[in-house]
């Protein structure tokens, strides 16, 4: 979705719907970014489910520097080991399913 797209949605958004256009006032506009590393964005997707925005935050910034000075991607991901994932705060839970990610997406059985 193009920039012209997103602000045509919300344009009709504000049209058509009277409860999006008073979330719209009083909130803003949307500003969506666009992450090209589909990979990244599901760990910090995984990361960030349940927990604050802050807290989410700090998690994301231990495990990049972890990984520094390489980015995240399923094949540093899955060097890791379950107790470094736990490391920089991640539950037993989200630790695993980063590295069932990606084992899957390496393996090619994920296309993203």
Same mark, same amino acid.
């Given at each position: 979705?193009? +920039?012209?797209?997103?602000?045509?949605?919300? +344009?009709?958004?504000?049209?058509?719907? &009277?409860?999006?256009?008073?979330?719209?006032?009083? @909130?803003? &506009?949307?500003?969506? /970014?666009?992450? /090209?590393?589909?990979?990244?964005?599901?760990?910090?997707?995984?990361?960030?489910?349940?927990? $604050?925005?802050?807290?989410?935050?700090?998690?994301? *910034? +231990?495990?990049?520097? #972890?990984?520094? &000075?390489?980015?995240?991607? &399923?094949?540093?991901?899955?060097?890791? $080991?379950?107790?470094? *994932? /736990?490391? @920089?705060? #991640?539950?037993?839970?989200?630790?695993?399913?980063? #590295?069932?990610?990606?084992?899957? @997406?390496?393996?090619?059985? @994920?296309?993203?």
């Amino acid at each position: 979705m193009t +920039r012209k797209d997103h602000q045509a949605a919300q +344009r009709h958004l504000r049209r058509v719907d &009277p409860v999006m256009r008073e979330i719209i006032r009083r @909130v803003g &506009p949307v500003k969506l /970014r666009l992450e /090209r590393n589909r990979f990244a964005m599901l760990v910090r997707s995984i990361i960030s489910q349940q927990i $604050s925005t802050s807290a989410a935050r700090s998690i994301r *910034l +231990r495990l990049e520097s #972890l990984l520094a &000075p390489d980015k995240i991607t &399923p094949a540093r991901i899955a060097g890791l $080991s379950l107790d470094q *994932l /736990r490391g @920089v705060g #991640l539950s037993g839970q989200k630790a695993s399913y980063m #590295l069932d990610l990606s084992e899957k @997406v390496g393996a090619g059985d @994920v296309d993203l």
